[in-house]
């Protein structure tokens, strides 16, 4: 395939013109097809509709009616089911509500409240800031800066974040109190963090003593095409006396049902306690059935695992029209770049500077509706107007095609058209 760059003008206004006429044609075919988030597909719900059918009793194996008061920090079999599957000592876990995004919110909010084991509520600093690894997911934004804190990009490299920028930053600004991290198959790229990438983050002095890292494992057993584990985060903090600082989010979310499955918190013993402390005002318990629910579905963490192998026989086939689609559209004609990620939810590609949000309201004015070009920023500020986060999980297979042949179509016409206009 030729390279953009070797295009003269005249074949760029020809290339153009044969554009616009292929994209006319799909505007023609009245596509209707929202891509903007990362929703499991109706065949993958399906597959956990057994849990529902699955309780027979309502009683935990302390006794306990599950339907009733009571138990503030998840029944004792719901902690070991992810205890064992995540490999956290049970007594380091709260199980929650159905979000972890929920969790994190509160854990946001208690730390600019209350403070973290004895240090200034942030409420009362004159500013807060907050390292946020860019592409990074959205909502994560959202809820820092919802909170007034100030958010600052950290580039992100094939083992993580930019840990030289990391470390240069937290030694010298008390004010920054923490980061975002999605550690494997980060959202948007798919960037699976180095061991040495963890063994920085917990061994690095911050200026801040509360500093903290929101470790959002979102993907954690959502492998697609290969297996691929992290360092223990817990246990190299430990080993680098920097235990609190890790907060440790999981949900069932796209496992079971998005709408109904289980969140947890993950911390240091100190940390735990704390959170227990506030929680015993925020609420009496969470939903306790469907924590039964889930045990009794899935009876151990090889359970999970098992389950988790059925959805990646939905997904990959999917994530593979998107590859595919990208290599043959476009291949290496400058038009694009993207990652291959080995699992999770999404699939990032990065068209030509400036481009972005003209392929995505081409995509749109055709039919496809894709997450907002800089979303995955802070502000929603991509400095280079580049990035686009591609969800291939709820469409058809057959859907997913067509929208992937518009979407390389509209990469091609709004790089050609940029060009033109330079």
């Not at 998005?258 to 704390?274: C, D, F, M, Q, T």
Request: charged share 25%.
């Amino acid at each position: 395939m030729k390279k953009i760059d070797e295009y003269t003008e005249e074949e760029l206004v020809y290339l153009q013109n044969k554009l616009l006429k292929e994209y006319a044609h799909f505007k023609n075919k009245h596509l209707h097809l929202d891509m903007s988030r990362g929703k499991p597909s109706s065949q993958q719900l399906d597959r956990s509709n057994g849990i529902l059918r699955v309780l027979d009793s309502y009683e935990t194996e302390d006794g306990i009616d599950a339907r009733n008061y009571g138990v503030l920090d998840g029944i004792p079999e719901a902690k070991r089911l992810f205890s064992d599957l995540l490999r956290i000592p049970d007594a380091n876990i709260i199980i929650g509500g159905n979000s972890s995004l929920n969790l994190m919110y509160d854990t946001m909010t208690r730390f600019m409240l209350f403070g973290s084991l004895g240090s200034t509520p942030w409420c009362k600093l004159p500013k807060v800031k907050w390292l946020c690894p860019s592409p990074g997911y959205d909502r994560h934004f959202s809820v820092t800066e919802s909170m007034g804190i100030e958010m600052i990009p950290v580039p992100m490299t094939e083992d993580g974040p930019d840990m030289e920028v990391v470390e240069k930053l937290v030694a010298k600004d008390e004010l920054i109190k923490g980061m975002w991290c999605v550690p494997l198959y980060s959202n948007p790229q798919g960037i699976c963090y180095s061991a040495e990438t963890i063994d920085r983050m917990c061994s690095m002095e911050t200026a801040a003593e509360d500093f903290r890292i929101m470790w959002d494992n979102a993907y954690g057993v959502h492998d697609i095409y290969e297996k691929i584990r992290l360092k223990d985060i817990f246990v190299t903090a430990k080993k680098f006396h920097h235990k609190d600082r890790i907060m440790y989010f999981f949900s069932t979310s796209k496992i079971t049902f998005p709408g109904a499955g289980v969140a947890l918190i993950a911390a240091s013993k100190r940390n735990i306690a704390e959170i227990k402390k506030h929680m015993s005002v925020q609420t009496i318990g969470y939903d306790k059935l469907n924590q039964l629910r889930h045990v009794k579905y899935f009876g151990t963490a090889d359970g999970i695992r098992a389950h988790m192998q059925e959805l990646a026989k939905d997904l990959r086939p999917k994530f593979d029209v998107v590859l595919k689609t990208l290599e043959r559209e476009i291949g290496d004609s400058g038009f694009a770049t993207w990652m291959e990620p080995k699992g999770g939810y999404f699939i990032s590609v990065d068209t030509l500077p400036g481009c972005a949000k003209e392929t995505v309201a081409l995509a749109k004015e055709a039919g496809v509706i894709l997450t907002a070009a800089g979303a995955t920023y802070p502000y929603g500020n991509d400095p280079h107007d580049s990035n686009i986060r591609i969800a291939p999980s709820y469409p058809t297979v057959e859907e997913l095609a067509q929208a992937m042949n518009l979407f390389c179509l509209c990469v091609k016409l709004a790089g050609v058209t940029n060009l033109l206009e330079i």
